[in-house]
Each structure stands twice: as C-alpha cells, then as structure tokens.
C-alpha cells in the first residue's frame, strides 16, 4: 500500500495551518483568546482521531467469530433442508388436478405451471436473504465470511462491517475503527468551516488593498482551496451520518440490492452500532 496519499494529507493539513497562522493568527494575536484554545483542541481532537483510524485495527474476525459463523451456516442448511422438504410437499400437492369424465371417473393430470413454481422459489430465497445467513466463503482467506464482512484487496484480508479502504489514511474504515474516522471527518468540517469563515477578512483585505503579486496569490489560492474542501468533507460528513441512522456502509450503499435497509434498527440504535452506547463519548475519539 502506498503512503503517498497519507504524506499529501499531511502536506495539506500543514499548508491550510501555516498560511492561516501566518496571515490572520500571527499579525492579530492578543493572548490565548477563547478562540484561539478552542481552535488547537479541535485540532488536537482532529490528530487523535486521524491517527487512531490510521493504527487501529479496522474490524478482525476472531477465531470466535468464525467458529460461530460456522454453527449459524449448520443451522441454515438445517432449516433450508426443512424448507425445501416442505416446499415440495406443497408443491406436488397442487401438480395434481382431479376431475370428471363422461363416465364420472376421476382422472388426475399433472400440473407444470413453471410461473407459479419460480415464484415460490424465489420467495423462498428472499426470506434466507432477509435472515442474513447467507453462506459467504472467502477462497484468499480460506474463511467463512460472517454477514456484513468483505475482503479487501489492498489490505488483503477480511474485515468486519467493512465501510470502505480510505487511501488517505492508508488503512481500511470498518467495524473497530469507524467511529475514529467519524469524528475525524466531524472535526475536519469544523475546521475548515472555521478557518473559512475567520480568513475572510483576511481575503477582502488582500482584495481591496494594494499587496504583493505573491502575497495575493497565495492568499487568495488558500481561501478558495480551504473554501471547496470546506464543502467536499462537510457534505462527506453528511453522508456519513445518512449511512449511521440508517445502519449502512458505504458497500452496502453502493450495492444494489433490494433489501438494503435490513440491518436497521431505528436511528438510535444504529448510531448505537456505529458509535458506542454512551452519546457523550460519540464524537470524542476514545
């Protein structure tokens, strides 16, 4: 995996700062004001968050889980077996139709009506679906994959509740380190909706004053830069929490399957899943 993505971050996050102190903290500093501490926690909050998602482990299948994975496919083929024993003895019920001849004789003749026989087996298959014990096998990792895991193929393993591999932070985002990256994209919009809106003073003096070629450029290239990333994490951010009330992932928002709302358990306890049991401790990344 490639840790260019993860220095460009960095390079970023360094750039917006320096700019920022150089312009607006530095030139208009009268003490460690309310804003100013309040500014370096989020920032510290935002570091802690990032790191945490980057070293944690995103979601291992223990042994556990995979024996128990094990015992939940044995129960299904059991109760499939008994489906499917059941689901012919109905089925050959209705294939025989009696009725009268001239000589009031019954006769019987089969049934072949492939429509209505289809229709049951494929009821059949979406209520297996919708108990979500579906016999998933992974052939790289030569394990059953329990409901909700993929694989990744740039980690090259199975991950629990996978949402999606995040090339910025060069680590997978799934069930262990989720909401590490929640409240990093949480302390992101902060931010730079932050230093969005305290720069533009900055960006009307540069405007409206005479200043060097230099000092314009890079003023205005930085407030326009910080302004769009402004936009593009808050709006990833709204996503996020969508995909949190509704108990999705991004794969799973993303596939297109009928029954994509089968995990959800109402917005409490989804947030619950994703975030912890505690809604103090849901934006702070511990």
């Given at each position: 995996?490639?840790?260019?993505?993860?220095?460009?971050?960095?390079?970023?996050?360094l750039f917006?700062?320096s700019?920022?102190?150089?312009?607006?903290l530095?030139?208009n500093?009268?003490?460690?004001?309310?804003?100013?501490?309040?500014?370096h926690?989020?920032?510290?909050?935002?570091?802690?968050?990032?790191?945490?998602a980057?070293f944690s482990?995103p979601?291992?299948?223990?042994?556990?889980?995979?024996?128990e994975?094990w015992k939940?496919?044995?129960?299904?083929q059991q109760?499939e077996k008994?489906?499917?024993?059941?689901?012919?003895?109905?089925?050959s019920?209705?294939?025989?139709?009696?009725?009268?001849t001239?000589?009031?004789?019954?006769?019987?003749?089969v049934?072949l009506?492939?429509?209505?026989?289809i229709e049951?087996?494929?009821n059949?298959?979406?209520?297996?679906?919708?108990?979500?014990?579906?016999?998933?096998f992974?052939?790289?990792?030569c394990?059953?994959?329990?409901?909700r895991?993929?694989?990744?193929?740039?980690?090259?393993?199975?991950?629990?509740?996978?949402d999606h591999?995040?090339?910025?932070?060069?680590?997978?985002?799934?069930?262990?380190n989720?909401?590490m990256?929640?409240c990093m994209?949480?302390?992101a919009?902060?931010?730079?909706?932050?230093v969005?809106i305290?720069?533009?003073?900055?960006?009307?003096?540069?405007?409206?004053y005479?200043?060097?070629?230099?000092?314009?450029?890079?003023?205005?290239?930085?407030?326009y830069?910080v302004?769009?990333?402004?936009?593009l994490?808050?709006?990833?951010?709204i996503?996020?929490i969508?995909?949190?009330?509704?108990?999705k992932?991004?794969?799973?928002?993303?596939e297109d399957?009928?029954?994509?709302?089968?995990?959800?358990q109402?917005i409490?306890?989804?947030c619950?899943s994703?975030l912890?049991s505690?809604?103090?401790?849901w934006?702070?990344?511990i």
């Amino acid at each position: 995996m490639s840790l260019l993505p993860t220095f460009i971050l960095f390079g970023v996050l360094l750039f917006i700062y320096s700019i920022y102190y150089f312009t607006n903290l530095k030139p208009n500093f009268n003490g460690f004001t309310y804003e100013i501490i309040i500014m370096h926690i989020i920032i510290l909050l935002f570091l802690v968050s990032i790191f945490r998602a980057m070293f944690s482990q995103p979601g291992v299948i223990s042994t556990e889980i995979i024996d128990e994975t094990w015992k939940q496919w044995e129960i299904f083929q059991q109760q499939e077996k008994e489906r499917l024993t059941e689901q012919k003895q109905r089925r050959s019920q209705k294939s025989v139709k009696t009725f009268k001849t001239e000589n009031d004789e019954d006769r019987s003749v089969v049934n072949l009506d492939a429509e209505e026989i289809i229709e049951e087996e494929d009821n059949i298959t979406k209520d297996l679906n919708q108990k979500g014990v579906q016999k998933r096998f992974c052939k790289k990792c030569c394990i059953p994959k329990p409901p909700r895991a993929h694989h990744c193929s740039q980690c090259n393993t199975c991950w629990l509740r996978m949402d999606h591999h995040c090339q910025w932070i060069n680590n997978c985002v799934a069930k262990d380190n989720y909401k590490m990256f929640f409240c990093m994209i949480f302390y992101a919009s902060c931010l730079l909706v932050w230093v969005t809106i305290s720069q533009y003073k900055v960006f009307e003096n540069v405007i409206e004053y005479d200043v060097s070629d230099l000092e314009l450029y890079i003023i205005v290239l930085h407030y326009y830069f910080v302004f769009l990333l402004a936009v593009l994490i808050s709006g990833f951010f709204i996503f996020h929490i969508y995909l949190t009330i509704q108990n999705k992932t991004t794969l799973e928002q993303l596939e297109d399957k009928p029954d994509k709302r089968k995990y959800d358990q109402g917005i409490w306890f989804n947030c619950q899943s994703a975030l912890g049991s505690n809604i103090l401790l849901w934006l702070l990344p511990i």
